[in-house]
């Protein structure tokens, strides 16, 4: 029988399961990790330390052991005594001998730092979403990096009139153009190209109509150019 989905369904036994585990010593650094003064405190008190995700790291743990595998890996929410969170990756190699399960060394890493930065930098990129989708302005997202590759190598041939070399190499031109990748385009910007969907207005985009109309040509010289020239804004 698959014990995963049986301890799934019976969250009692999976407890009933955890509680026989024993934890016999902590070291100093746990104790530190954990705001705790005392070993016998800390392990008397262990079952408070758990986080909402507990439930399933034991399942995973319990179900990896069952299945013979030979090392456990996962990341685990934890609660300092003082009520903090305390977010760690938990990791142990799994006995493959009854007597090796008498003393099973387990290492709790602290990622607490990075999971709350990870936290602020999707909160910080679900903003910069709304406002993007919500703009009255037509935006477009587009990447630059083979740009910036071919006009790396440019420089590195000795052009440094951007200007004047892509007024002289208009098949030049023509080929940084063709290197800016579209990614994403908002509500806004398509309606200003009539365009109902984003794959509508990519083909429209990718039709290499601003290689040909004369005001289009100068406007990507002058962006490109100052681009080229290490201008942070155009």
Do not use: C
């Amino acid at each position: 029988e698959d014990l995963r989905s049986y301890l799934e369904e019976n969250v009692d036994v999976a407890w009933n399961l955890a509680r026989q585990v024993k934890v016999v010593h902590v070291n100093r650094a746990t104790l530190r990790l954990f705001g705790a003064s005392a070993e016998d405190e800390f392990i008397n008190q262990i079952d408070n330390t758990f986080g909402q995700n507990a439930i399933k790291v034991l399942i995973d743990e319990m179900s990896a052991i069952w299945e013979n595998q030979k090392f456990f890996r996962s990341e685990v929410s934890f609660i300092r005594q003082d009520g903090d969170p305390l977010e760690a990756i938990l990791s142990f190699r799994i006995p493959q001998t009854r007597e090796g399960f008498k003393s099973v060394p387990i290492t709790i890493i602290d990622i607490t730092e990075s999971k709350l930065a990870e936290a602020t930098l999707q909160k910080s990129e679900e903003r910069f979403r709304a406002l993007y989708h919500q703009s009255p302005m037509g935006i477009s997202l587009e990447d630059y990096s083979e740009v910036k590759l071919m006009i790396d190598r440019l420089v590195d041939n000795g052009v440094t009139d951007f200007r004047s070399y892509f007024h002289g190499h208009p098949e030049k031109l023509s080929d940084a153009i063709e290197k800016i990748r579209l990614i994403a385009v908002n509500e806004t910007h398509l309606a200003l190209y009539d365009a109902k969907t984003f794959d509508e207005y990519a083909a429209f985009d990718s039709s290499q109509m601003y290689t040909v109309i004369p005001d289009w040509r100068q406007f990507y010289i002058d962006e490109l150019s100052s681009f080229a020239e290490g201008e942070t804004a155009f």
